[in-house]
């Protein structure tokens, strides 16, 4: 995919298996930049424009942006909405009704017997899919440190918002060099394509590729950031500096 943007002459390339790291050494303009992407992601108007394949597209439809790492949200409520609207056409496109007509005779056999003892006459509603997602509080299960929390992201960005470009806010200064290739891999394996952004330059890593916008607003390609050669290899599938697989490891969650 390419995302442009109306201060940068050339768009910004992203592909899976090829991390770009967009740095931004004027804090005006970064600020600017972390803010329109998340507003833009959020369906609000702004300074970029996303071409899939040529076309525009929403941001909000593809891309996904966690601009503090520091307090990730994996179980905030649009994305458990999303999940359990999810499940509930999971469910619908199985046709296998049994299981769902028991639990609601359960808990309708509950009612009564929980009322019987009292002199007045109850109804109550069948629950649906949703509400009983809701009344058993489902969530994505949160372990480990900010590594396994990222994959985490990760796994719920690509399987179920269904968004095929992530995007962090200073990936390389939170995580040594060693998670950041794991969380490298992690991405690659869900093919998902991913674009960090920093505020310094940060040591280059295997596969990498830089975009650097200097503080007097000047850009700088390093290593094949935007140039058309990467998009002809990446279009031939020859996964050439690419970072190599990593397991997939698909959303769990808990009740």
Known sequence: MKLVHVGLEEPLCTAVGYPLIWTIENPA???RVVTDLRRQA????????LLKEGKAVPLSAAV????????LQPNDKKRLARFCKKLEQ??????????LNALQGQI???????SEDFSVAVDWEEPGIADLLKAV????????GLLEQLCTIADVVASVQAQQLLITVHLRRMLGAEDVIAFYRHCRALQLELLDIEG????????????????????????????GVLYERIAS???KGAIDGFPTRLPTFEV
Do not use: K, M, W
Not at 64 to 71: H, I, M, R, W
Not at 108 to 114: D, I, Q, S, T
Not at 137 to 144: N, S
């Open 237 to 239: 599938n020859a996964p």
């Open 108 to 114: 309708g056999a509950f009612v009564r017997e929980l």
């Open 137 to 144: 509080g489902i969530r994505f299960r949160q372990e480990g």
């Open 64 to 71: 996904a942006v966690e601009t503090d790492l520091s307090n």
């Open 200 to 227: 310094s330059l940060p040591a280059r890593l295997d596969g990498e590729r830089h975009v650097i916008v200097t503080d007097d607003l000047c850009t700088i390609v390093d290593g094949d950031g935007q140039s």
């Open 42 to 49: 959020e369906g609000e108007d702004g300074d970029f424009v």
């Open 90 to 99: 999971h469910y619908v496109a199985g046709g296998d009704e049994g299981s």
């Open 29 to 31: 303009f970064l600020y």
